[in-house]
């Protein structure tokens, strides 16, 4: 997989540190470091978002994304969403 790290300075206006953002080939985020922040993405086989993971100082909040449920834990607390239609 390519990955190409590149510096977002165009975003200072709504950060006060440099991200580094990781890409993967098919165009999509894969990693974003601020800081001591770091958030990661993973992709499904149709290249949907299907887990986002990020990690802030001492806590972690993991979000899993399948069809309408969002299943999250956030510093090891579960919780359970799902997203109805009309």
């Known amino acids: 997989m ?3 790290n590149i510096t977002c300075y165009a975003l200072r206006a709504y950060t006060s ?3 580094v953002i ?3 080939s ?3 985020p894969e990693s974003i470091e ?3 922040k770091s958030l990661e ?3 499904g086989h149709h290249r949907q978002r299907i887990r986002q993971h990020l990690r802030h100082g001492s806590g972690e909040t993991t979000k899993t994304f399948a069809g309408n449920c969002e299943f999250v834990s956030i510093d090891g607390q579960q919780y ?4 109805l239609s009309s």
């Open 17 to 19: 540190d440099d991200q």
């Open 34 to 36: 601020q800081g001591t």
């Open 22 to 24: 990781g890409w993967t």
């Open 26 to 28: 098919f165009d999509q």
């Open 2 to 4: 390519s990955r190409e």
């Open 41 to 43: 993405f993973t992709y």
């Open 80 to 83: 359970a969403y799902t997203y």
